[in-house]
């Protein structure tokens, strides 16, 4: 497989990258173990670029119990921003919730560092609190949103 690199990260991941939305078990796959396995052969057939959020029910923790052991192989993308619950201060941009959300996904995936933080939904990016995030030792970069600020 032929590798490439992500931005200006220096980190080099394949083409294709395995969206793990479907591996929750309240919204596609009840079958933890079925999970895993297609997660083992997307990484035995070369892709490296693993992309999961902490609104995907319980996505990360499959995730994380896949990745035992190869971890050190793999790029990690996680998103945060949606609602987590009915609590206002458990969504959005705001610094306290960065904090939280990036120790719960760590928590979840059962790993010390994400490799790509990305905002999951904001209205403008100028409503993103992010320069703190630039201090979150277990961030290797900085929160990017999946929509432009224009």
């Known amino acids: 497989m032929q590798y490439r690199t992500l ?17 929750a078990t309240s ?11 297609i997660i083992h052969k997307a990484l035995d057939t070369g892709i490296n670029l693993i ?6 029910g319980d996505s990360e923790e499959i995730v994380g119990k896949a990745l035992k052991g190869r971890r050190d192989s793999v790029v990690l993308a996680t998103k945060f921003s949606r609602p987590m619950g009915d609590d206002p201060n458990r969504q959005g941009t705001s610094r306290r919730w960065i ?3 990036v120790e719960d996904s760590l928590r979840r995936v059962q790993t010390d560092h994400i490799d790509l933080y990305q905002i999951h939904v904001v209205g403008t990016l100028d409503q993103a609190y992010l320069p703190p ?11 990017v949103s999946e929509r432009s600020a224009a």
């Open 7 to 23: 931005g200006r990260t220096g980190s080099k991941v394949s083409p294709y990258a395995l969206g793990t939305l479907m591996f």
């Open 27 to 37: 919204i596609g796959n009840p079958d933890d173990g079925n999970s895993i396995r």
């Open 133 to 143: 995030a630039l201090q979150i030792s277990s961030l290797r970069r900085r929160p």
């Open 99 to 101: 904090m939280t959300a």
């Open 51 to 56: 992309d999961t959020a902490d609104s995907y």
